[in-house]
Protein backbone atom coordinates (compact mmCIF):
# COMPACT_ATOMS: atom_id res chain seq x y z
CA UNK A 1 0.00 0.00 0.00
CA UNK A 2 1.55 2.76 -1.15
CA UNK A 3 1.89 5.94 1.15
CA UNK A 4 3.51 9.40 1.12
CA UNK A 5 3.32 9.19 5.27
CA UNK A 6 6.43 6.89 6.80
CA UNK A 7 5.46 2.91 7.24
CA UNK A 8 5.71 1.73 10.64
CA UNK A 9 5.43 -1.84 12.09
CA UNK A 10 2.13 -1.80 13.98
CA UNK A 11 3.69 -3.81 16.63
CA UNK A 12 5.66 -0.66 17.71
CA UNK A 13 2.59 1.44 18.05
CA UNK A 14 -0.18 -1.05 19.61
CA UNK A 15 -0.58 -3.24 22.34
CA UNK A 16 -3.00 -6.23 21.20
CA UNK A 17 -4.05 -9.17 22.40
CA UNK A 18 -6.43 -12.58 21.80
CA UNK A 19 -9.50 -12.98 23.58
CA UNK A 20 -10.30 -16.63 25.51
CA UNK A 21 -9.55 -19.66 24.29
CA UNK A 22 -13.66 -21.46 24.36
CA UNK A 23 -12.87 -24.99 27.23
CA UNK A 24 -16.05 -25.20 29.73
CA UNK A 25 -14.42 -27.87 31.01
CA UNK A 26 -11.29 -25.80 32.47
CA UNK A 27 -12.97 -22.49 32.96
CA UNK A 28 -13.37 -21.32 36.58
CA UNK A 29 -15.08 -17.80 37.77
CA UNK A 30 -18.69 -15.97 37.08
CA UNK A 31 -20.28 -16.34 33.57
CA UNK A 32 -20.27 -13.40 31.56
CA UNK A 33 -21.09 -12.33 27.84
CA UNK A 34 -18.70 -11.90 25.48
CA UNK A 35 -18.17 -11.05 21.77
CA UNK A 36 -17.56 -13.74 19.64
CA UNK A 37 -16.81 -13.77 15.69
CA UNK A 38 -20.29 -12.98 14.61
CA UNK A 39 -20.95 -9.97 17.31
CA UNK A 40 -18.66 -8.54 14.69
CA UNK A 41 -19.60 -6.15 11.63
CA UNK A 42 -17.52 -3.63 9.80
CA UNK A 43 -17.76 -0.27 12.10
CA UNK A 44 -20.37 -1.77 14.32
CA UNK A 45 -21.33 -4.91 16.36
CA UNK A 46 -24.12 -6.69 16.27
CA UNK A 47 -25.01 -7.66 20.71
CA UNK A 48 -28.35 -8.49 20.37
CA UNK A 49 -27.27 -12.47 21.00
CA UNK A 50 -24.45 -13.10 23.33
CA UNK A 51 -23.03 -16.04 23.94
CA UNK A 52 -21.69 -16.51 27.88
CA UNK A 53 -18.64 -18.45 29.52
CA UNK A 54 -16.66 -18.86 32.74
CA UNK A 55 -14.11 -15.77 33.63
CA UNK A 56 -11.99 -15.95 36.75
CA UNK A 57 -11.57 -12.02 38.19
CA UNK A 58 -7.86 -11.88 37.38
CA UNK A 59 -9.19 -12.37 34.06
CA UNK A 60 -10.65 -9.22 33.64
CA UNK A 61 -7.98 -7.12 32.76
CA UNK A 62 -6.77 -9.70 29.84
CA UNK A 63 -10.10 -9.95 28.34
CA UNK A 64 -12.25 -7.05 28.76
CA UNK A 65 -12.62 -4.19 26.26
CA UNK A 66 -12.52 -0.11 27.44
CA UNK A 67 -14.45 2.20 25.06
CA UNK A 68 -12.37 3.64 22.55
CA UNK A 69 -10.74 -0.24 22.04
CA UNK A 70 -10.26 -1.58 18.27
CA UNK A 71 -11.61 -5.44 17.78
CA UNK A 72 -10.24 -7.41 15.16
CA UNK A 73 -11.52 -10.52 14.09
CA UNK A 74 -9.39 -13.43 13.88
CA UNK A 75 -10.87 -15.82 10.66
CA UNK A 76 -14.33 -15.27 9.14
CA UNK A 77 -13.38 -12.38 7.34
CA UNK A 78 -10.52 -11.54 8.64
CA UNK A 79 -9.31 -7.78 9.73
CA UNK A 80 -13.10 -7.21 10.10
CA UNK A 81 -13.28 -4.72 12.95
CA UNK A 82 -15.19 -1.98 14.62
CA UNK A 83 -14.56 0.39 17.69
CA UNK A 84 -15.98 -0.92 21.20
CA UNK A 85 -18.02 2.00 22.23
CA UNK A 86 -20.36 0.08 25.08
CA UNK A 87 -19.45 0.22 28.48
CA UNK A 88 -16.17 -1.22 29.66
CA UNK A 89 -16.00 -4.64 31.13
CA UNK A 90 -17.55 -6.63 27.96
CA UNK A 91 -14.88 -9.79 27.20
CA UNK A 92 -13.71 -11.12 24.14
CA UNK A 93 -13.39 -14.70 22.85
CA UNK A 94 -10.43 -16.40 21.18
CA UNK A 95 -11.53 -15.52 18.06
CA UNK A 96 -11.13 -11.32 18.33
CA UNK A 97 -7.67 -9.45 18.69
CA UNK A 98 -8.32 -6.39 21.33
CA UNK A 99 -5.62 -3.72 20.17
CA UNK A 100 -5.03 -0.13 21.87
CA UNK A 101 -2.77 1.87 20.30
CA UNK A 102 -0.10 4.15 21.77
CA UNK A 103 0.25 8.04 22.43
CA UNK A 104 1.68 7.80 18.55
CA UNK A 105 -1.60 6.32 16.53
CA UNK A 106 -4.75 7.15 16.86
CA UNK A 107 -7.45 3.90 17.06
CA UNK A 108 -10.22 5.28 15.04
CA UNK A 109 -7.09 6.19 12.26
CA UNK A 110 -6.13 2.62 12.51
CA UNK A 111 -9.64 1.39 12.02
CA UNK A 112 -10.08 2.85 8.85
CA UNK A 113 -6.57 1.62 7.58
CA UNK A 114 -8.04 -1.82 8.25
CA UNK A 115 -11.01 -0.63 6.38
CA UNK A 116 -8.57 0.31 3.21
CA UNK A 117 -6.56 -2.61 3.76
CA UNK A 118 -9.39 -4.95 3.62
CA UNK A 119 -10.93 -3.53 0.34
CA UNK A 120 -7.79 -3.31 -1.70
CA UNK A 121 -6.38 -6.78 -0.74
CA UNK A 122 -3.66 -5.66 1.50
CA UNK A 123 -3.79 -7.76 4.14
CA UNK A 124 -4.77 -10.55 2.59
CA UNK A 125 -0.42 -11.83 1.89
CA UNK A 126 -0.78 -11.70 5.91
CA UNK A 127 -3.55 -14.32 6.51
CA UNK A 128 -2.52 -18.25 7.37
CA UNK A 129 -4.69 -21.27 6.33
CA UNK A 130 -5.71 -22.40 3.38
CA UNK A 131 -9.60 -23.41 3.81
CA UNK A 132 -10.02 -20.87 6.35
CA UNK A 133 -8.05 -17.87 6.80
CA UNK A 134 -6.74 -16.60 9.83
CA UNK A 135 -4.65 -12.82 10.54
CA UNK A 136 -3.17 -14.06 13.74
CA UNK A 137 -1.08 -11.62 16.21
CA UNK A 138 1.83 -12.67 14.58
CA UNK A 139 0.62 -11.16 11.64
CA UNK A 140 -1.24 -8.04 13.20
CA UNK A 141 2.20 -7.14 14.80
CA UNK A 142 4.40 -7.24 11.40
CA UNK A 143 1.76 -4.92 9.78
CA UNK A 144 3.05 -1.89 8.08
CA UNK A 145 1.10 0.93 8.58
CA UNK A 146 1.08 4.89 7.22
CA UNK A 147 1.57 6.82 9.94
CA UNK A 148 0.95 10.66 9.46
CA UNK A 149 1.89 13.23 12.80
CA UNK A 150 -1.14 12.37 14.78
CA UNK A 151 -2.96 16.07 14.30
CA UNK A 152 -3.32 14.85 10.82
CA UNK A 153 -4.47 11.44 11.64
CA UNK A 154 -7.60 13.25 13.65
CA UNK A 155 -7.84 15.56 10.97
CA UNK A 156 -8.76 12.63 8.55
CA UNK A 157 -10.86 11.07 11.07
CA UNK A 158 -13.08 13.79 12.14
CA UNK A 159 -14.00 14.32 8.66
CA UNK A 160 -14.65 10.28 8.01
CA UNK A 161 -16.38 9.83 10.91
CA UNK A 162 -18.39 12.73 10.46
CA UNK A 163 -19.64 11.31 6.63
CA UNK A 164 -20.02 7.64 8.61
CA UNK A 165 -22.25 9.70 11.44
CA UNK A 166 -24.45 11.01 8.53
CA UNK A 167 -24.79 7.26 6.73
CA UNK A 168 -25.40 6.21 10.04
CA UNK A 169 -28.42 8.86 10.73
CA UNK A 170 -29.96 8.53 7.33
CA UNK A 171 -30.22 4.46 7.94
CA UNK A 172 -31.57 5.33 11.33
CA UNK A 173 -34.46 7.65 10.06
CA UNK A 174 -34.87 4.64 6.88
CA UNK A 175 -35.67 2.28 9.78
CA UNK A 176 -37.82 5.07 11.74
CA UNK A 177 -39.78 5.64 8.86
CA UNK A 178 -40.23 1.97 7.58
CA UNK A 179 -41.77 0.88 11.08
CA UNK A 180 -44.35 4.07 10.92
CA UNK A 181 -44.98 2.46 7.47
CA UNK A 182 -45.43 -0.81 8.55
CA UNK A 183 -48.02 -0.16 11.92
CA UNK A 184 -49.70 1.95 9.57
CA UNK A 185 -50.39 -0.99 7.39
CA UNK A 186 -50.89 -3.80 10.45
CA UNK A 187 -53.44 -0.70 11.76
CA UNK A 188 -55.58 -0.79 8.66
CA UNK A 189 -55.44 -3.87 7.46
CA UNK A 190 -54.96 -6.34 10.15
CA UNK A 191 -56.52 -5.37 13.42
CA UNK A 192 -58.81 -2.66 11.56
CA UNK A 193 -58.09 -0.22 14.06
CA UNK A 194 -60.10 2.98 12.51
CA UNK A 195 -62.72 0.40 11.93
CA UNK A 196 -63.27 -1.06 15.57
CA UNK A 197 -62.83 2.57 16.78
CA UNK A 198 -65.80 3.37 14.90
CA UNK A 199 -67.79 0.55 15.96
CA UNK A 200 -67.48 1.68 19.41
CA UNK A 201 -68.31 4.98 18.83
CA UNK A 202 -64.82 6.86 18.95
CA UNK A 203 -63.05 8.83 16.34
CA UNK A 204 -60.23 6.74 14.71
CA UNK A 205 -56.93 8.23 16.38
CA UNK A 206 -53.95 9.76 13.91
CA UNK A 207 -56.31 10.63 11.18
CA UNK A 208 -58.20 13.64 10.38
CA UNK A 209 -62.18 13.33 9.98
CA UNK A 210 -62.12 12.99 6.07
CA UNK A 211 -59.92 9.65 6.60
CA UNK A 212 -62.06 8.52 9.25
CA UNK A 213 -64.95 9.02 6.93
CA UNK A 214 -63.50 6.40 4.54
CA UNK A 215 -63.54 3.41 6.91
CA UNK A 216 -67.21 1.74 7.62
CA UNK A 217 -68.26 1.26 11.29
CA UNK A 218 -69.23 -2.31 11.19
CA UNK A 219 -67.95 -5.78 10.22
CA UNK A 220 -68.87 -8.71 7.75
CA UNK A 221 -67.85 -12.18 7.86
CA UNK A 222 -67.91 -13.35 4.12
CA UNK A 223 -66.31 -16.90 3.43
CA UNK A 224 -62.58 -16.03 3.79
CA UNK A 225 -62.71 -14.67 7.59
CA UNK A 226 -64.00 -11.49 9.60
CA UNK A 227 -63.71 -7.98 7.39
CA UNK A 228 -64.82 -4.39 7.59
CA UNK A 229 -67.99 -3.80 5.52
CA UNK A 230 -67.61 -3.19 1.96
CA UNK A 231 -63.97 -5.07 1.98
CA UNK A 232 -63.21 -8.42 0.88
CA UNK A 233 -60.53 -10.65 1.40
CA UNK A 234 -58.75 -12.56 -1.78
CA UNK A 235 -56.15 -15.10 -2.02
CA UNK A 236 -52.78 -13.72 -2.78
CA UNK A 237 -52.77 -15.53 -6.33
CA UNK A 238 -55.91 -12.88 -7.47
CA UNK A 239 -54.89 -10.21 -5.07
CA UNK A 240 -51.09 -10.00 -6.64
CA UNK A 241 -49.45 -10.71 -9.53
CA UNK A 242 -46.65 -13.39 -8.75
CA UNK A 243 -43.53 -13.74 -10.48
CA UNK A 244 -45.33 -11.74 -13.67
CA UNK A 245 -43.50 -11.61 -17.27
CA UNK A 246 -41.01 -8.77 -17.59
CA UNK A 247 -39.13 -8.72 -21.05
CA UNK A 248 -35.22 -8.79 -21.58
CA UNK A 249 -33.64 -9.20 -24.63
CA UNK A 250 -31.18 -12.44 -24.49
CA UNK A 251 -27.30 -11.16 -24.38
CA UNK A 252 -27.94 -7.83 -23.29
CA UNK A 253 -26.81 -6.05 -19.91
CA UNK A 254 -28.63 -5.33 -17.40
CA UNK A 255 -29.14 -4.04 -14.07
CA UNK A 256 -28.45 -7.78 -11.84
CA UNK A 257 -29.07 -7.84 -8.13
CA UNK A 258 -27.64 -10.70 -6.76
CA UNK A 259 -29.07 -12.62 -2.97
CA UNK A 260 -25.91 -11.29 -1.15
CA UNK A 261 -27.06 -7.86 -1.56
CA UNK A 262 -30.48 -8.11 -0.45
CA UNK A 263 -31.10 -6.76 3.14
CA UNK A 264 -32.43 -9.00 6.01
CA UNK A 265 -34.21 -5.72 7.48
CA UNK A 266 -35.00 -2.67 5.27
CA UNK A 267 -36.18 -2.13 1.61
CA UNK A 268 -32.81 -1.32 0.24
CA UNK A 269 -30.50 -3.00 -1.62
CA UNK A 270 -26.51 -2.45 -1.97
CA UNK A 271 -24.22 -3.67 -5.05
CA UNK A 272 -26.56 -3.56 -7.66
CA UNK A 273 -24.22 -4.47 -11.03
CA UNK A 274 -24.80 -4.40 -14.47
CA UNK A 275 -24.11 -8.39 -15.98
CA UNK A 276 -25.14 -9.94 -19.15
CA UNK A 277 -28.60 -11.57 -18.92
CA UNK A 278 -28.74 -15.06 -17.86
CA UNK A 279 -31.78 -17.23 -16.06
CA UNK A 280 -33.45 -15.02 -13.35
CA UNK A 281 -36.21 -13.18 -11.80
CA UNK A 282 -36.80 -10.23 -13.75
CA UNK A 283 -38.37 -7.14 -11.97
CA UNK A 284 -39.37 -3.24 -12.59
CA UNK A 285 -39.54 -0.32 -10.01
CA UNK A 286 -42.27 -1.40 -7.50
CA UNK A 287 -41.92 -4.89 -7.32
CA UNK A 288 -41.35 -6.86 -4.35
CA UNK A 289 -38.69 -9.47 -4.29
CA UNK A 290 -39.07 -12.12 -1.71
CA UNK A 291 -36.41 -14.96 -1.55
CA UNK A 292 -37.73 -18.06 -1.32
CA UNK A 293 -35.06 -20.45 -0.52
CA UNK A 294 -33.68 -21.20 2.73
CA UNK A 295 -32.13 -19.85 4.99
CA UNK A 296 -32.64 -16.55 3.35
CA UNK A 297 -36.24 -16.40 3.56
CA UNK A 298 -36.16 -17.70 7.57
CA UNK A 299 -33.23 -14.85 7.42
CA UNK A 300 -35.41 -12.01 5.93
CA UNK A 301 -33.68 -11.37 2.61
CA UNK A 302 -36.48 -9.27 1.13
CA UNK A 303 -36.42 -5.91 -1.05
CA UNK A 304 -38.54 -3.30 -2.80
CA UNK A 305 -37.26 -2.35 -6.20
CA UNK A 306 -36.72 1.74 -6.51
CA UNK A 307 -33.50 1.23 -7.55
CA UNK A 308 -33.92 1.27 -11.45
CA UNK A 309 -34.62 3.73 -13.96
CA UNK A 310 -37.55 4.88 -15.45
CA UNK A 311 -39.02 1.89 -17.94
CA UNK A 312 -35.39 -0.15 -16.82
CA UNK A 313 -35.86 -3.95 -16.35
CA UNK A 314 -33.54 -5.75 -13.75
CA UNK A 315 -32.59 -8.87 -13.19
CA UNK A 316 -31.58 -11.18 -10.05
CA UNK A 317 -31.36 -14.60 -8.66
CA UNK A 318 -33.28 -17.60 -9.64
CA UNK A 319 -34.53 -17.49 -6.02
CA UNK A 320 -36.33 -14.39 -5.92
CA UNK A 321 -40.10 -14.12 -5.52
CA UNK A 322 -41.85 -11.31 -7.58
CA UNK A 323 -44.51 -10.11 -6.57
CA UNK A 324 -46.67 -6.65 -7.09
CA UNK A 325 -50.40 -5.91 -5.65
CA UNK A 326 -53.04 -5.58 -8.08
CA UNK A 327 -55.29 -2.53 -7.86
CA UNK A 328 -56.45 -0.85 -5.74
CA UNK A 329 -53.66 -1.72 -3.38
CA UNK A 330 -50.16 0.37 -4.08
CA UNK A 331 -47.01 -1.04 -4.63
CA UNK A 332 -45.60 -0.53 -1.35
CA UNK A 333 -48.16 -2.96 0.34
CA UNK A 334 -46.16 -5.60 -1.68
CA UNK A 335 -43.48 -5.03 0.46
CA UNK A 336 -45.32 -4.41 3.69
CA UNK A 337 -46.91 -6.99 3.42
CA UNK A 338 -43.64 -9.68 2.47
CA UNK A 339 -42.83 -7.90 5.65
CA UNK A 340 -45.59 -8.81 7.81
CA UNK A 341 -44.97 -11.48 10.58
CA UNK A 342 -48.11 -13.62 10.29
CA UNK A 343 -47.24 -13.97 6.27
CA UNK A 344 -43.62 -14.35 7.19
CA UNK A 345 -44.31 -16.91 8.99
CA UNK A 346 -47.12 -18.80 6.60
CA UNK A 347 -44.63 -18.76 4.00
CA UNK A 348 -41.98 -20.39 6.09
CA UNK A 349 -43.93 -22.89 7.18
CA UNK A 350 -44.92 -23.54 3.73
CA UNK A 351 -42.07 -24.15 1.99
CA UNK A 352 -40.89 -27.87 0.91
CA UNK A 353 -38.16 -29.76 -0.45
CA UNK A 354 -35.19 -31.76 0.82
CA UNK A 355 -33.33 -30.43 4.15
CA UNK A 356 -31.11 -27.33 3.50
CA UNK A 357 -32.92 -26.81 -0.09
CA UNK A 358 -36.48 -26.25 1.03
CA UNK A 359 -38.56 -23.37 -0.98
CA UNK A 360 -41.71 -21.79 -1.36
CA UNK A 361 -43.90 -23.33 -4.22
CA UNK A 362 -46.21 -20.58 -5.85
CA UNK A 363 -49.48 -22.28 -5.70
CA UNK A 364 -49.14 -22.60 -1.84
CA UNK A 365 -48.15 -19.19 -1.68
CA UNK A 366 -51.08 -18.12 -3.68
CA UNK A 367 -53.30 -18.89 -1.22
CA UNK A 368 -52.57 -16.58 1.43
CA UNK A 369 -55.39 -14.88 1.89
CA UNK A 370 -55.44 -10.77 1.69
CA UNK A 371 -57.65 -7.86 2.88
CA UNK A 372 -58.90 -6.21 -0.23
CA UNK A 373 -60.14 -2.37 1.29
CA UNK A 374 -62.36 -0.19 -0.40
CA UNK A 375 -60.49 2.13 -3.31
CA UNK A 376 -60.85 4.92 -1.78
CA UNK A 377 -59.26 3.75 1.82
CA UNK A 378 -56.59 2.10 -0.26
CA UNK A 379 -55.98 5.28 -2.06
CA UNK A 380 -55.48 7.01 1.19
CA UNK A 381 -53.07 4.45 2.31
CA UNK A 382 -50.87 4.77 -0.82
CA UNK A 383 -50.68 8.83 0.05
CA UNK A 384 -49.28 8.27 3.30
CA UNK A 385 -46.79 5.04 2.41
CA UNK A 386 -45.57 5.80 -1.00
CA UNK A 387 -44.54 9.51 0.61
CA UNK A 388 -42.63 7.71 3.04
CA UNK A 389 -41.55 5.33 0.45
CA UNK A 390 -40.32 8.11 -1.67
CA UNK A 391 -38.47 9.55 1.43
CA UNK A 392 -36.68 5.93 2.64
CA UNK A 393 -35.53 6.40 -1.57
CA UNK A 394 -34.22 9.41 -1.35
CA UNK A 395 -32.21 9.06 2.04
CA UNK A 396 -30.53 5.58 0.11
CA UNK A 397 -29.78 7.54 -2.44
CA UNK A 398 -27.94 10.28 -0.39
CA UNK A 399 -26.48 7.26 1.37
CA UNK A 400 -25.03 6.28 -1.97
CA UNK A 401 -23.23 9.31 -2.45
CA UNK A 402 -22.04 9.60 1.01
CA UNK A 403 -20.31 5.99 1.15
CA UNK A 404 -18.94 6.76 -2.42
CA UNK A 405 -17.39 10.63 -1.38
CA UNK A 406 -16.08 8.36 1.64
CA UNK A 407 -14.44 5.26 -0.19
CA UNK A 408 -12.74 8.29 -2.56
CA UNK A 409 -11.36 10.15 -0.09
CA UNK A 410 -10.36 7.23 2.21
CA UNK A 411 -7.40 6.34 0.46
CA UNK A 412 -6.08 9.64 -0.86
CA UNK A 413 -6.28 10.57 2.55
CA UNK A 414 -4.60 7.58 3.93
CA UNK A 415 -1.94 7.60 1.40
CA UNK A 416 -0.87 11.64 1.96
CA UNK A 417 -2.23 12.41 -1.74
CA UNK A 418 -4.86 14.11 0.00
CA UNK A 419 -4.10 16.59 3.35
CA UNK A 420 -6.56 18.20 5.57
CA UNK A 421 -6.50 21.62 7.64
CA UNK A 422 -5.71 20.83 11.02
CA UNK A 423 -7.68 23.34 12.87
CA UNK A 424 -11.70 22.30 13.37
CA UNK A 425 -13.32 25.29 12.17
CA UNK A 426 -10.90 24.59 8.80
CA UNK A 427 -12.15 20.84 8.48
CA UNK A 428 -15.99 22.02 8.97
CA UNK A 429 -15.76 24.38 6.00
CA UNK A 430 -13.80 21.74 4.01
CA UNK A 431 -16.49 19.15 4.57
CA UNK A 432 -19.31 21.53 4.20
CA UNK A 433 -17.35 22.43 0.74
CA UNK A 434 -17.33 18.72 0.17
CA UNK A 435 -20.85 18.21 0.50
Not at 177 to 201: C, M, N, T
Request: glycine share 8%; net charge neutral.
Amino acid sequence: MSSEWPLVRLADHVVSSLGKMLDAKKNKGAFQPYLGNSNVRWGKFDISSLAEMRFESHEDERYSLRPGDLVVCEGGEPGRCAIWTGPPGIKIQKALHRIRSKETLDNYYLFYWFCLAARTGYLEPHFTGTTIKHLTGKAIAALEVPLPPLIAQRAMVDVLRKLDDRISLLGETNATLEAIAQALFKSWFVDFDPVRAKAEGFEPEGMDAATAALFPDSFEEPELGLVPVGWRTLLLEHAYEINPSRKLKKGCVAPYLDMANVSTQGHVVSNVVEREIGSGAKFINGDTLLARITPCLENGKTAFVDFLLLDQVGWGSTEFLVLRPKAPLPVYHGYLLARHSAFREYVVQSMSGTSGRQRVQNDVLGRYPVVIPTKEVADAFEAIVSSIQQKITANQDQVKTLTQLRDTLLPRLISGKLRLPIMEDDIETTLSEIL
